[in-house]
């Protein structure tokens, strides 16, 4: 697990700082919105928190482990922008475009729309569309 300087941006792109905004979510404190629990797995890529990634993977799609830091070459997470989200008070979409490089190579976008459920007053990450 990488370390972060609380005091700047968030690997989710939020300036308010790590400590204001996945940080607590890394945690253990629930994300309030499905759009907050997709930023906060993005921070979770960033920072190789595989704990956290499966701890918010609704159980009828988790799988047993991603195996992040046997990766290689390791991602870099250049970025992420946050596209849409429609939120309701059980199912929420989730669109977005993550950058990232493998090794030297060329920058790449992940586009994707993600499916979400609230259940016991959590989001889970249930499953995404890739889009080309």
Known sequence: MR?????TPCPCGNPAGYAHCCGPL???RAAPT????????????VLKREDYLLATWH???RPAHL???AQ????????????????????AVVEFVARLRYGGGRAQ????????????????YVDGEILA
């Open 72 to 91: 290689q070459p390791a991602p870099s997470w250049l970025g992420l922008s946050v596209k849409r989200h429609e939120d309701g008070a059980v199912e």
């Open 67 to 69: 195996k992040l830091a």
């Open 26 to 28: 890394h945690e253990g």
């Open 59 to 61: 159980p009828s799609t």
């Open 109 to 124: 976008r992940l586009h994707e729309v993600s499916r979400f459920l609230r259940e016991g007053g959590r989001w889970y």
């Open 3 to 7: 370390a972060v300087d609380t005091l």
């Open 34 to 45: 499905a759009e907050a629990l997709m930023r906060s797995r993005y921070s979770a890529y």
